[in-house]
């Protein structure tokens, strides 16, 4: 079974500060990769996926992903964070269970964004 | 708006009651699925309808719940004789069959407090 591990419970940076979030996933073939971000009290939203291909990913929000297939990683970055983007950001892997994605997810790695 | 729309978005209930939740999914998506977010965790999968069939349950789900998608369109998820550990949040996400790749939409969720 595939699973996901976000080793970052907490992280706090400065505004204007690069960031970058790691991920590290167990799978026994090619990966299907997301990452997704949940502001307090809402639902996930889809920043980026990889399934194949380049494994630099562009997402929203000026936010980029690279797939390590050596390291069995996919670590999110953003080159300058803003404090809109504090939230709770969920790396997740997807299998092919009877014919469709089975999405399973980290436990999250909260931001936090100070002044 | 025509994104995946849950009701009630917050039910407070007393334990041993039963609660049923109500998802919306995007009307093109034939895929459908029901996560549970606890406090400091990711979600975790608890079924999966592909139209009106529901094809994979997660050990989870333990017989006091049950869900349904009749003509393939809405969903409900119904807890019944409510446990102070079903409080959760509950998140619905939905996604088209032949492009499921791209990524999970969700709802905001149904916040679930059994007191």
Not at chain 2, 49 to 61: G, P
Request: charge should be positive; include cysteine.
């Amino acid at each position: 079974a595939q699973s996901v591990t976000q080793p970052d419970i907490h992280i706090t940076v400065s505004e204007g500060a690069s960031l970058e979030l790691r991920c590290n996933y167990s799978y026994g073939a090619t990966p299907y990769l997301f990452w997704y971000v949940q502001s307090p009290g809402q639902g996930l939203q889809l920043l980026l996926k990889y399934f194949s291909g380049d494994t630099l990913v562009q997402g929203i929000k000026g936010f980029e992903a690279e797939f390590k297939r050596s390291q069995s990683s996919f670590n999110l970055r953003k080159p300058s964070v803003h404090w809109s983007d504090a939230a709770e950001y969920f790396c997740a892997v997807g299998a092919r269970s009877g014919g469709y994605q089975k999405v399973t997810f980290g436990i999250g790695t909260k931001l936090q964004v100070i002044p | 708006d025509t994104g995946v729309s849950q009701n009630p978005r917050h039910k407070i209930t007393k334990r041993g009651q039963n609660v049923t939740f109500r998802c919306d999914p995007i009307s093109e998506h034939n895929r459908l699925y029901w996560y549970r977010q606890t406090l400091g965790q990711g979600p975790e999968f608890l079924t999966y309808f592909q139209n009106e069939a529901q094809l994979e349950k997660s050990r989870l789900l333990s017989d006091r719940f049950s869900a349904e998608r009749p003509k393939g369109s809405f969903s409900t998820l119904e807890i019944q004789r409510t446990e102070q550990g079903d409080s959760a949040m509950y998140l619905c996400a939905s996604s088209l069959g032949n492009r499921s790749t791209y990524g999970y939409t969700f709802g905001s969720g149904t916040r679930l407090t059994v007191v």
